[in-house]
């Protein structure tokens, strides 16, 4: 049973439209973040949620938003596509301090065309 | 500032040998915890190996062991016995906390490692 299960693992997509990454995570974790891995590999954090409580990376746009229906899921919609936001996304959940570790989902590679 | 710094783009390694990829960090928090991910071309984020601020002793999983050296702030991760399926991109990543991000990890740019026939 997959411990961060996201979906969809590839979506290819025009400009100017809007789309949403699921993210799921069965650890019983309570903090839950996405990433984006641009094309250089350079992991950068964009959302933390823990609790409600939301933490954003201030240099995120504004086109994307984090949406939290439960603990365990935490879902990314992203509005108005534009050509850099191609990149792999990545979900990531941990139990706070995250001394156990982070678990990271297996990627969802954005493109936009 | 870039928080977590590793210097080394690429390092190749032939297979049994040892190899050290390094990591230096900065951070004003006392309590931190430094973490080592293996990415291998299929994607995904593989978990190696964690060290916490207060750990006495620096941590070892497996081949994998990490030397913390406190004072100079370094984090590098030695593979012992490399093997083929070791080629991989490493990232060191810190989560200090929780400050602006909440306890997100913070990755260096990573160190693409090829272990070599």
């Known amino acids: 049973d997959t411990a961060v299960s996201q979906t969809p693992k590839y979506l290819v997509t025009q400009m100017g439209n809007d789309k949403s990454i699921k993210c799921e995570q069965n650890?019983?974790?309570?903090?839950m973040y996405w990433y984006k891995q641009d094309s250089k590999k350079f992991l950068k954090i964009m959302f933390s949620?823990?609790?409600?409580?939301?933490?954003i990376n201030e240099t995120v746009p504004n086109r994307f938003s984090p949406k939290s229906p439960d603990k365990a899921h935490l879902n990314l919609h992203i509005n108005s596509l534009e050509l850099g936001d191609s990149a792999v996304y990545f979900c990531?959940?941990?139990?706070?301090?995250?001394?156990?570790?982070?678990?990271f989902g297996s990627g969802t590679r954005l493109t936009v065309v | 500032a870039q928080k977590i710094t590793q210097t080394q783009p690429g390092m190749f390694v032939q297979e049994k040998e040892a190899v050290t990829l390094d990591c230096t960090y900065d951070?004003?928090?006392?309590?931190?915890?430094l973490f080592w991910y293996k990415q291998p071309s299929s994607g995904e984020m593989i978990f190696l190996i964690y060290?916490?601020?207060?750990?006495?002793q620096n941590a070892t999983e497996g081949r994998y062991s990490l030397n913390f050296q406190k004072a100079r702030k370094s984090a590098n991760l030695v593979i012992s016995a490399s093997q083929l399926g070791d080629s991989a991109m490493y990232f060191c990543?810190?989560?200090?906390?929780?400050?602006?991000?909440?306890?997100?990890?913070?990755f260096g740019k990573g160190t693409s490692l090829l272990v070599t026939p």
């Open positions: 990531a959940s941990s139990q706070r301090q995250g001394a156990s570790g982070y678990t």
């Open positions: 650890l019983g974790h309570d903090t």
């Open positions: 949620y823990n609790n409600k409580e939301l933490i």
């Open positions: 951070t004003s928090d006392p309590s931190y915890g």
């Open positions: 060290q916490g601020s207060y750990d006495q």
């Open positions: 990543a810190m989560r200090e906390g929780p400050g602006n991000s909440g306890y997100a990890l913070n």
